[in-house]
Nanobody
Framework: QVQLVESGGGSVEAGGSLRLSCVAS????????MGWFRQAPGQKREGVAI???????TYADSVKGRFTISKDSAQNTLYLQMNSLKLEDTAMYYC?????????????????WGQGTQVTVSS
């Protein structure tokens, strides 16, 4: 049974940093597309960042230059380093894995999802 478990969320002041982690069990990250998505209350889920099997990454314009997605295939862990956090980054963050369409706009195509970790940015 595949399970993705996120951690690392929390409350932080604007300008601060957080590092999210997503550990997979019953699954391997080595050959699939993975990504981070987020959903704020009353908003649609949106793609934040994805990483392809060859390591190429794509970011939403709103997080470019501030967020970095990475993975440790040996540890089956996906990361999202978030710096210079803004109020508008407040959301539930989800990791997702295994999509035949590897992009931040294809959340519906990802097979596996974590339960989410809350990120709250305050002024």
């Amino acid at each position: 049974q595949v399970q993705l478990v996120e951690s690392g969320g929390g409350s932080v002041e604007a300008g601060g940093s957080l590092r999210l982690s997503c550990v997979a069990s019953g699954y391997t990250y080595s050959s699939v597309c993975m990504g981070w998505f987020r959903q704020a209350p009353g908003q649609k889920r949106e793609g934040v960042a994805i990483i392809r099997t060859n390591g190429i990454t794509t970011y939403a314009d709103s997080v470019k230059g501030r967020f970095t997605i990475s993975k440790d295939s040996a540890q089956n862990t996906l990361y999202l380093q978030m710096n210079s956090l803004k109020l508008e980054d407040t959301a539930m963050y989800y990791c997702a894995a295994d999509s035949s369409l590897c992009g931040i706009g294809y959340d519906w195509a990802y097979k596996y999802w974590g339960q989410g970790t809350q990120v709250t940015v305050s002024s």
